[in-house]
């Protein structure tokens, strides 16, 4: 029994002077401890130069949202305006061209008027035809306005957003590139320093 309990004394010893060597190496010099600090600063810097750098590329986004949006409801518009006028075309066309195979259907010769009756019914399908293109080119005109206009809707919002979370990004970049200099001893004059807009 006495020689398992020098052994368990044997085994624990190692672990107790490990532990003392490990203490005494964590016991940092004055030099050690600004390198430490300076290098925590360092990351706190990158941090905050990215954070700044994806809040730019977030307020772009949003420019651009904005941007294209607006270029789709131009877009809209116009296609809306050209088919509305083409609109007016064919049904002017329609309307002149079934005046007088009104009058021919009315009349008293029976081939005439079976034959305008018949004009009248391609008349008919061609004016449907037409009209029913111009409704599809309409309603892709409609879309893209309204897509448009959800666009910049958003990308205001998100505008908005980066905004201020590109202020507040910028407030911390500030301050951890004070903190920076004022630890390396640094001027104030370097470009980093300088607030980029």
Same mark, same amino acid.
């Given at each position: 029994? #006495?020689?398992?309990? =020098?052994?368990?004394?044997? %085994?624990?010893? $190692? /672990?107790?002077?490990?532990?003392?060597?490990l203490t005494q190496?964590?016991?940092?010099?004055?030099?050690e401890k600004k390198a430490a600090e300076v290098k925590k600063l360092e990351t706190a810097l990158t941090v905050a130069k990215n954070k700044v750098a994806l809040n730019e590329k977030q307020l772009n986004?949003?420019?651009?949202?904005?941007?294209?949006?607006?270029n789709l409801i131009k877009d809209g518009k116009s296609e809306t305006k050209?088919?509305?006028?083409?609109? #007016?075309?064919?049904? =002017?066309?329609?309307?002149? %061209?079934?005046? $007088? /195979?009104?009058k021919q259907s009315t009349s008293k010769d029976k081939d005439e008027a079976t034959a305008a009756k018949a004009d009248i019914k391609a008349l008919d399908a061609q004016y449907k035809i037409d009209t029913k293109a111009l409704d599809a080119r309409l309603k892709v005109a409609t879309k893209k306005s309204t897509t448009g206009t959800a666009n910049v809707t958003k990308g205001k919002t998100t505008q908005k957003t980066a905004k201020d979370a590109l202020k507040l990004s910028q407030a911390s970049l500030d301050a951890a590139q004070?903190?920076?200099?004022? %630890?390396?001893?640094a001027g104030d004059d370097s470009p980093k320093g300088k607030k980029k807009k």
């Open positions: 029994m #006495k020689t398992i309990m =020098k052994f368990q004394i044997l %085994a624990i010893l $190692p /672990l107790f002077l490990l532990a003392t060597v190496a964590q016991t940092l010099t004055p030099a986004n949003a420019d651009s949202l904005v941007s294209t949006g607006n050209a088919v509305e006028t083409e609109r #007016k075309a064919v049904d =002017k066309t329609y309307n002149t %061209a079934k005046k $007088p /195979l009104l004070a903190k920076y200099d004022a %630890a390396t001893g």
